[in-house]
């Protein structure tokens, strides 16, 4: 396939360049500044929407690819911004190109309160009461809606990413919050996700039905559990405890990835009881 990809530079992107290479499909990868390895590369901005279409028409691709965020200063809201404005920009180019298929990067963390892992059909929490949130998950709804304009379509759900160049690392955010004692083992739950599994994932959605599908290990489970393993494994102290009494956050439930199962995608890290020291 011809495939045009947004966000080649990400945390994500470079590992699944290599492995659409690899796969022999005929890359095309959108940039600000970066030249790509092994793939052609265009200099271009998500936010301009005329110069973007052009790029995409040139590239001619069967699918377009979503794996842009703006994390890099935990600024929030630049990261809302490029779930709507670049979303809406990058499928509009793919629509005007003819392009059939255009898989997204979204979140496993966006669903309503419930008591049990959610699953794909669980409504997102478009209706918190929490201000910051709500502005999150709408941003989330905007890139899948915009997303599920194509003919053809994939939203992955990502997990908490964990390894090497993420969050979850030594020597990175959380390891640093750790060792600070700010990260509290409460009894949220995460569904975490090795970033290789990410990766693997978005090259498997090249074939799959159109529809979101959680991207996430076998194994969610709430801090207390999890963060004394991340602890040992990036040299920090052991992590302050909630009281007895201390109420899990409602939305932090956790996903499901028994549907991504059924489409053949397992995880290679099942697990951050193990994940977290590779």
Excluded at 5 to 23: E, K
Excluded at 122 to 135: I, K, M, N, V, Y
Aim: glycine fraction near 8%.
């Amino acid at each position: 396939m011809r495939i045009f990809i947004a966000g080649a530079t990400g945390v994500i992107g470079r590992r699944l360049v290599p492995l659409l290479v690899a796969d022999g499909h005929e890359v095309t990868a959108l940039s600000r500044r970066s030249q790509v390895p092994g793939v052609t590369t265009v200099q271009g901005d998500v936010y301009d929407a005329a110069a973007l279409r052009e790029l995409v028409a040139a590239a001619r691709p069967d699918v377009v690819m979503h794996q842009l965020t703006d994390l890099t200063s935990r600024d929030f809201a630049r990261n809302g911004r490029i779930r709507r404005e670049g979303t809406r920009n990058l499928v509009d180019a793919a629509l005007a190109a003819g392009v059939r298929r255009v898989i997204s990067q979204s979140v496993a963390w966006a669903y309503e309160p419930g008591d049990a892992p959610a699953d794909e059909s669980t409504p997102l929490d478009a209706h918190s009461a929490d201000e910051s949130r709500r502005g999150m998950v709408g941003a989330v709804a905007a890139l899948e809606e915009i997303t599920a304009e194509a003919p053809e379509w994939v939203v992955l759900r990502y997990g908490m990413l964990y390894g090497p160049d993420t969050w979850y690392t030594k020597g990175a955010l959380m390891a640093d919050l750790a060792t600070a004692g700010q990260l509290p083992a409460t009894c949220d739950v995460t569904s975490f996700l090795h970033i290789d599994d990410a990766a693997t994932a978005a090259r498997a959605a090249l074939t799959w039905p159109s529809g979101p599908v959680n991207i996430v290990d076998d194994d969610p489970t709430p801090a207390t559990t999890w963060l004394p393993t991340f602890t040992q494994s990036v040299g920090a102290p052991i992590p302050a405890y909630p009281t007895p009494d201390t109420p899990r956050t409602p939305w932090a439930r956790g996903a499901t990835n028994a549907h991504a199962h059924t489409l053949g995608w397992t995880p290679a890290h099942p697990t951050w009881h193990t994940g977290f020291f590779t």
